[in-house]
């Protein structure tokens, strides 16, 4: 029922302008006359009748053109479209009105493919812009995809040897095989994917989007069936070209006696056209019971009991083997008496274990055309008479790697050997209960994975994560939870960044930079990195997390995403920044102390081959230091020191480093000063006056022990400074120490609190 909206809506926009696909029989196609026609045609037609509206089909463009006008809201509503993450960006999509799996096709030759996993490394084409294309890049990157423009010139690429195998909807498989001379092409296995044929809306118009899923919904079934049956059962016949019937004519003519003998042909030649029609019926409705993933039991016993349908003289059974491969586990035989099916269950294969255990051990086709002569037979051969059977043909069920699965077997009532079409049958039927059977291994597989993966997801500590080329999160562990507060759905479709620190961002932006310059120079990229870098919380914590990443690459080596762990580290980032804070700084004034110095020199001494710049090193000695811990006691002593390196730090660049060299002398380090000698002396002195101005003030300190009684004593306190201004990258730190040393004792006798530049002796 529409909304008064909705009915306003309808009748300001009378007609609605649909993009289609011009080569996607039969859902939707251009035929001889130009007209748009199919399923997808005829839902549209019913729409027209239940709305009011009149649909305009966009004609003349490409599906990728059909796509990118949709995404630009230049089309109103795309039929016939398969939803995908990258379309979900763009459009509302309704219901899927057809549900359809996706097959593979090969030329059929060799074994059957399968799955999509015995692929790797295949060329597989799919059609541009098809949702086929978006799912294999995403999920099958080792796959190498070869792109056609329609249905049929990928299929030509199978026949032709271009492609290994085509991935596409199985109805449009069908249609493109039966009307288009394809019969040597077989379906070779299926995909874990399905086709679900919905209408799709721009973003923008979800008003329309609501009235088209309401009347989508009022289509009955029954309608809906007549349509798909309509489309999918219909056959385009042939003409009788001029040239023939002339032929034909005058052979008639002439030997009008044979006319019997022609008219026989015919009548076989149409029986057996018919009955293979009502077999690809048959394996259809099977590869649809597949698609849907309806019991294994159901789908075996239905294979069994088509070919006993199209044949009322055969019995049928499939036998399947227990996960060992060593005995019959399963008996699938409806028709068979009861006694018998009993006595095979639980049989061991095995050579002369009739012609079931016989096929299964051999891996090969095993024709007892009598069972009462058969060597194979004899020990069983009393049990099968007593059950009427006097001949069976036995099948292997291989998987496609070449495991056994299981047989598949047709008896007879009296003695038989096996024709043409019969081993035609057979291989068929084998070949369907292979795929049958390795689907549902594959699901009970697929299920158990996924159990695994999520209590391993749900219960570790560390937090799972995937995004995507932009860096958009597509998955996230519930331990992110845990972590930093957030719960996977107000995290999945953001940008990674957004958990970061803007210094956190730089180190990975970095990082993606040096990954991808590396695979520009054709430098190993797929190995795991680790840094450490800082996420916000929730609650607004910043904490210390290891993330540990490797890229994703599509089949052309690009990258298409990352994925890793990250694991907390806050408590070991502190203990690490304790440990290093207790090498390298004075525990005292919290100043670098004499290792930590003599390493930033080392690194000063290798810059200035760079630069060419000149630096300075300032050594500093306290004058009357002494006298205030003789007098209060190192404590006070303390509390000097403290203040001295607080003074020191403000009278230099953040660039510069103060020292603790020890005891009561200091080190300061100017970095980077002039090219010129002249003008950096007088850079250094500046400094080192500024320097003994501010250590010459007077100290107030607090030498009570008492917190309730303070009692404050003042103190003047000078310093010696020795300078070196210096250029060579080829002096040692301990020269220069020793140099800037030298200067400071003359500085000392000249009286104390002075500034001496230190002179190279001649």
């Not at 008496?337 to 009993?342: G, H, I, L, V």
């Not at 004034?589 to 081959?609: D, F, G, H, Q, V």
């Amino acid at each position: 029922m529409l909304t008064s909206n909705e009915k306003a809506w309808l009748l300001a926009h009378p007609t609605i302008n649909v993009g289609m696909d011009s080569e996607y029989a039969p859902y939707e196609w251009v035929n001889q006359n130009g007209d748009y026609v199919g399923m997808a045609v005829d839902y549209l037609h019913l729409l027209e009748q239940k709305l009011g509206i009149h649909f305009k089909i966009a004609k003349g463009k490409s599906w990728s053109e059909v796509v990118e006008l949709a995404k630009k809201g230049e089309i109103d509503v795309l039929t016939s479209i398969v939803q995908t993450p990258e379309r979900l960006q763009y459009f509302l999509f309704s219901e899927p009105y057809r549900d359809t799996q996706t097959m593979i096709v090969d030329n059929g030759e060799g074994k059957f493919i399968g799955n999509l996993e015995h692929l790797s490394g295949k060329r597989v084409t799919v059609e541009k812009g098809y949702f086929t294309q978006e799912l294999l890049t995403t999920k099958y990157p080792k796959i190498e995809l070869v792109l056609a423009n329609n249905i049929l010139e990928a299929l030509t690429f199978v026949m032709e040897g271009k492609a290994d195998a085509y991935v596409g909807d199985m109805s449009a498989i069908n249609y493109a095989i039966k009307n288009n001379g394809l019969a040597k092409l077989r379906i070779s296995g299926q995909t874990e994917f399905s086709s679900q044929h919905r209408f799709a809306f721009s973003k923008n118009n979800p008003m329309l989007a609501a009235i088209i899923t309401k009347a989508m919904a009022s289509i009955s079934a029954e309608e809906s069936d007549t349509i798909f049956n309509r489309w999918i059962g219909m056959r385009i016949e042939q003409g009788i070209h001029t040239k023939t019937l002339v032929k034909y004519s005058i052979g008639l003519a002439c030997l009008f006696i044979l006319f019997g003998y022609w008219y026989y042909r015919l009548h076989c030649e149409i029986k057996h056209r018919q009955a293979a029609e009502m077999r690809e019926h048959h394996r259809n409705a099977v590869l649809e019971m597949i698609a849907k993933m309806l019991p294994l039991s159901n789908i075996l016993e239905s294979i069994v009991l088509n070919v006993e349908e199209q044949n009322p003289k055969m019995l049928c059974s499939i036998l399947l083997l227990d996960s060992e491969s060593k005995f019959f586990s399963q008996v699938i035989a409806p028709r068979l008496p009861t006694f018998y099916n009993e006595a095979i269950q639980g049989i061991s294969i095995g050579l002369g274990v009739g012609s079931c255990g016989s096929a299964a051990y051999l891996k090969k086709r095993v024709i007892a055309e009598n069972i009462d002569t058969h060597v194979y037979w004899q020990p069983y051969k009393e049990i099968a008479l007593r059950a009427g059977l006097q001949s069976c043909w036995s099948e292997p069920i291989l998987s496609s790697s070449g495991d056994i699965l299981g047989t598949f077997a047709i008896y007879h009532t009296c003695p038989q050997t096996p024709m043409k079409t019969d081993i035609a049958i057979i291989e068929q039927s084998a070949n369907l209960a292979s795929i049958a059977i390795e689907k549902s291994i594959s699901a009970i597989k697929l299920r158990e994975s996924e159990e695994l993966y999520r209590r391993l997801t749900e219960e570790v500590t560390d937090v799972i994560w995937k995004v995507d080329r932009d860096l958009k999160i597509t998955y996230i562990s519930p331990a992110d939870e845990k972590f930093r507060g957030y719960r996977a759905d107000e995290v999945i479709g953001h940008h990674v960044f957004e958990m970061f620190t803007p210094e956190s961002i730089n180190i990975i932006s970095e990082k993606i930079k040096q990954r991808l310059e590396a695979q520009q120079k054709g430098m190993n990229t797929e190995e795991f990195v680790t840094y450490e870098i800082q996420h916000r919380c929730k609650d607004g914590r910043l904490i210390w997390g290891e993330i540990i990443s490797k890229p994703e690459y599509n089949a052309s080596g690009e990258i298409i995403g990352f994925h890793g762990i990250t694991r907390e580290i806050t408590e070991r980032k502190a203990m690490q920044d304790r440990v290093q804070q207790l090498a390298f700084y004075d525990s005292l004034t919290k100043l670098p102390n004499r290792i930590l110095l003599s390493e930033r020199l080392s690194y000063m001494l290798a810059e200035m081959k760079r630069i060419q710049k000149y630096s300075a090193l300032f050594f500093l000695d306290l004058d009357n230091f002494k006298s205030l811990n003789d007098t209060y006691g190192h404590s006070i002593g303390d509390l000097l020191l403290c203040q001295v390196a607080q003074r020191l730090q403000k009278c230099v660049r953040e660039v510069d480093t103060v020292a603790r060299f020890g005891g009561d002398e200091f080190v300061v380090i100017l970095n980077t000063l002039h090219e010129d000698n002249q003008v950096s002396v007088e850079q250094a002195h500046r400094i080192a006056e500024k320097i003994l101005q501010s250590v010459s003030a007077l100290y107030v300190l607090n030498v009570s022990h008492d917190k309730s009684e303070e009692k404050l004593v003042e103190h003047k306190c000078t310093a010696s400074i020795g300078v070196l201004v210096f250029k060579s990258a080829e002096k040692t730190p301990d020269d220069l120490l020793k140099q800037a040393d030298a200067a400071m004792y003359k500085a000392k006798e000249a009286g104390k609190n002075k500034i001496s530049f230190y002179e190279a002796p001649f």
